[in-house]
């Protein structure tokens, strides 16, 4: 028997709707993995130091874990209307006025930041302050309470937000779609080139499997997706999975590759990631 795998990815409903039959055993042929639940910020990390077998990262750490892990083609988040949000207290009427002021981003490898940081090159002229990286869960309280000037949301903050006072000033998503045509790369899922072509190929096999059953009977996973969705509205879980689990998570196909490259190469042509060597998002056929 193949030796259990260890999996890092998010307690958001998303990830737990996704990976729930395969966490749980209940994919056939599949043994249950060995689960971490960790924010973004922590997987990202965790890909960089080779610490575990599969993971969930963010698309905009691709670049520095491809050496070690290969972008596998099912599990992740990649969508229409799904983008970050750019969050401030009222009154901000344009981004130009964020020149100089204080920004919290949920990480500095995350993409997120990535698809804001080639909007801000645009859009905010002089540049930022400082940026500070903080748990997605504490940015919105952050703004609020006034500590940073704004913040860089993702997730079911997309439909929170005005519970916290705040304004939306920009959607990074809008921004990406306009300029590109293209769907918004967000998260991926990861695995260990040392698995080998034929496992790697079973792990996908099995994530896609997992996915179709989530989506068979959602309320299977009902108990898991609301014990670690942090206090969250199950109607706002609801939305999250309904805006972040869609065809991409069953397969990127050619439309979800072409985002995540056009993603990455235009980054690296910016010189905030390092370049794509040629053929490093092909999955082993």
């Known amino acids: 028997m193949a030796e259990r795998l260890s999996i890092a990815y998010s307690p958001c409903p998303n990830d737990t709707f996704v990976f729930h039959a395969w966490a749980h055993g209940e994919v056939p042929g599949a043994d249950a993995p060995e689960v971490t639940f960790a924010d973004i910020d922590v997987t990202n990390g965790l890909a960089e130091r080779g610490e575990l077998d599969v993971l969930k990262i963010s698309y905009g750490a691709l670049p520095w874990v491809l050496e070690e892990y290969a972008l596998l083609p099912c599990g992740g988040a990649l969508g229409r209307g799904c983008g970050p949000l750019v969050l401030t207290l009222p009154g901000v009427g344009s981004p130009a006025e964020l020149a100089g002021k204080t920004v919290a981003v949920p990480s500095e490898r995350s993409t997120a930041y990535l698809l804001f940081r080639l909007w801000a090159a645009r859009a905010v002229p002089g540049g930022f302050g400082e940026i500070v990286v903080l748990p997605f869960h504490e940015i919105m309280p952050a703004v ?32 990406w779609e306009a300029e590109t045509g293209l769907p918004i790369p967000l998260g991926a899922i990861v695995a260990r080139r040392s698995l080998g072509a034929g496992r790697l190929r079973e792990l ?7 996915v179709r059953q989530a989506w068979a009977d959602p309320s299977a996973s009902r108990e898991y997706v609301l014990a670690h969705a942090q206090e969250m509205d199950p109607a706002v879980a609801d939305q999250h999975i309904g805006l972040y689990v869609n065809e991409f998570t069953a397969d990127l196909g050619e439309e979800g590759y072409g985002a995540v490259h056009a993603l990455l190469t ?6 905030l990631v390092p370049p794509l060597d040629p053929g490093a998002l092909a999955f082993p056929s």
């Open 204 to 210: 996908a096999e099995t994530i896609r499997t997992s």
């Open 144 to 175: 609020r309470d006034g500590r940073v000037d704004a913040g860089l949301v993702i997730h079911e903050a997309r439909f929170t937000y005005q519970q916290y006072g705040l304004h939306s000033l920009a959607d990074m998503g809008e921004a």
């Open 266 to 271: 235009r980054a690296a042509e910016e010189g």
